[in-house]
């Protein structure tokens, strides 16, 4: 499986950015794709999740600004991210199967940078 990652940028705060992933290989043995997020100095943290049944899981500091979304006819989930905030500023990474206890996952899309100015 490989994920390609794309949509990150620079944005003034209260902005918007959409984030997009799309996997590609073996799709069918996925079970659930996400983002996570990493700041300099911090530790990585999971952003949403959402998986094959259309569960969904946000992290409470983004509950009601960020939306994610899958297309299942183009394997891509997509990260919408309103109201953004400079404590949203981190190197966003898409994943696949997620082990939420390691904050890991299976496969890794690269990173793509948000930056959120204040």
């Known amino acids: 499986v490989q994920l390609q990652a794309s949509g990150g940028g620079f944005v003034e705060t209260g902005g918007s950015l959409r984030l997009s992933c799309a996997a590609s290989?073996?799709?069918?043995?996925?079970?659930?794709m996400g983002w996570y997020r990493q700041s300099p100095g911090k530790q990585r943290e999971l952003v949403a999740l959402?998986?094959?049944?259309?569960?969904?899981k946000y992290e409470d500091f983004v509950k009601g600004r960020f939306t994610i979304s899958r297309d299942n006819a183009k394997n891509t989930v997509y990260l919408q991210m309103n109201s953004l905030k400079p404590e949203d500023t981190a190197v966003y990474y898409c994943a696949a199967d997620l082990d939420l206890e390691n904050l890991g996952a299976d496969y890794w899309g690269q990173g793509t940078q948000v930056t959120v100015s204040s």
């Open positions: 959402i998986d094959s049944d259309g569960y969904i």
């Open positions: 290989g073996d799709i069918p043995v996925i079970k659930a």
